[in-house]
């Protein structure tokens, strides 16, 4: 088991950063990829980004590629987003959940966090 906790999120206006963390406990937190998922009021959990292992591949969503950045630290246990240049359509609940390959289908990922709410006005 892993276990997930998310933590950061908030109101923001347009063009502003929020950074989010995860908080990972249980099984060795660098056998994960990472990944961060959103879900926006009436829409499907949808993709953000996800880390590798060791922390040396990222990729992201076309919709957030150039603003949001991805970081782990295994000493720490933690993975990071930070989100720039936020715009209205950013705002959702937020996910972090761990994977043992690189996934960007969510049902890939066997464990999640409970989620973090990021509203982002205009």
């Known amino acids: 088991q892993v276990q997930l906790v998310e933590s950061g999120g908030g109101l923001v206006q347009a063009g502003g950063s929020l950074r989010l963390s995860c908080a990972a406990s249980g099984r060795t937190f660098s056998n994960y990829v990472m990944g961060w998922f959103r879900r926006a009021p009436g829409k499907e959990r949808e993709f953000v980004g996800l880390?590798?292992?060791?922390?040396?591949?990222?990729r992201y969503a076309d919709s957030v590629n150039g603003r949001f950045t991805i970081s782990r630290d295994n000493a720490k246990n933690t993975v990071d987003l930070q989100m720039n240049s936020l715009k209205p359509e950013d705002t959702a609940v937020y996910f972090c959940a761990a994977a043992r390959n690189w996934e960007v289908v969510p049902d890939s990922y066997a464990y999640w966090g409970q989620g973090t709410q990021v509203t982002v006005s205009s």
């Open positions: 880390i590798t292992r060791g922390g040396t591949s990222t």
